[in-house]
């Protein structure tokens, strides 16, 4: 696994879209067209974080350099066997003062399901200096098994996660009242593998960003696969204490300070932000 640089930064973070390549679109296409047997019941989980519409813009910063800025968005639904998917994008790209030192245009990917929040497919598109690798995989839940770009298939647990349909996973979840320790075991699928993915609680803190100040839940994400964690260092992720969970800052240990990445637009929230202070 090649260790990523600027998008260890803003956690899930991916970059300019368009680089679909003639195989991906035949192996997406296909599966969309068929039709899913009505015998298997598919999980059902609340949602009220997250819909269509929402797009959160964040600053990434080293220290006191601006090193581009990262965009999670949802623009439309797409249908997978007959099941309506959330299109999440995580985008990442390098400011223009930046490139000259390590250009980014990172892009990742997944088809999230609306009723269940489980991936459907998963794509990583990365483009990092003189480094270019794209790589997916289409899950069958009811098969439990995962089929990746290069045509071999895998067996997977139940409802495996992908490392993007993890992070909007864990923001269904009601951590308001969790405490400090508290662990959320998941499981990651990457690269033929199945990986632990471990989430922990690290309490609750105070936020200010350049569009408010929120009261959050602060986690950090046990996991070094899929190509968006160095091995070294922690992350934090500080999520909104109201329905929506919503990032609003996220940092990274580097070998030579800290990376950080904070909120500065949002738009299309999908329920009121009541964890806003100021």
Not at 11 to 39: E, N
Not at 211 to 228: A, D, H, N, R, Y
């Amino acid at each position: 696994m090649r260790h990523t640089s600027i998008i260890t930064l803003a956690l899930f973070t991916a970059g300019l879209w368009g680089f679909h390549s003639p195989q991906d679109t035949a192996l997406f296409q296909t599966p969309v067209t068929q039709k899913r047997p009505a015998t298997f019941s598919f999980r059902q989980l609340p949602n009220k974080a997250f819909t269509v519409g929402e797009r959160l813009t964040f600053d990434i910063n080293w220290g006191y350099v601006n090193g581009g800025q990262a965009v999670m968005s949802i623009p439309d639904y797409k249908y997978i066997h007959d099941r309506a998917t959330y299109e999440t994008r995580v985008e990442a790209f390098s400011s223009p003062t930046f490139d000259w030192i390590f250009k980014v245009r990172d892009r990742y990917e997944t088809f999230l399901d609306v009723d269940g929040v489980f991936p459907w497919r998963f794509e990583q598109h990365v483009r990092e200096g003189h480094y270019a690798h794209d790589y997916d995989a289409m899950f069958d839940p009811e098969a439990q098994t995962a089929e990746t770009s290069d045509r071999h298939e895998y067996k997977t647990p139940a409802y495996v996660h992908d490392i993007v349909s993890a992070f909007y996973y864990v923001r269904t979840l009601d951590l308001t009242h969790s405490r400090k320790g508290d662990v959320i075991h998941l499981e990651n699928f990457y690269d033929g593998q199945t990986h632990p993915l471990d989430v922990r609680v690290l309490g609750h803190q105070r936020v200010e960003t350049d569009v408010g100040t929120f009261e959050c839940s602060v986690i950090e994400p046990m996991v070094v696969q899929g190509g968006l964690f160095k091995n070294e260092g922690s992350i934090k992720i500080w999520l909104t204490d109201d329905y929506n969970h919503m990032p609003v800052k996220m940092s990274s240990k580097v070998l030579i300070g800290e990376i950080e990445a904070k909120l500065v637009k949002y738009e299309g929230i999908r329920s009121p932000l009541t964890s806003k202070v100021g």
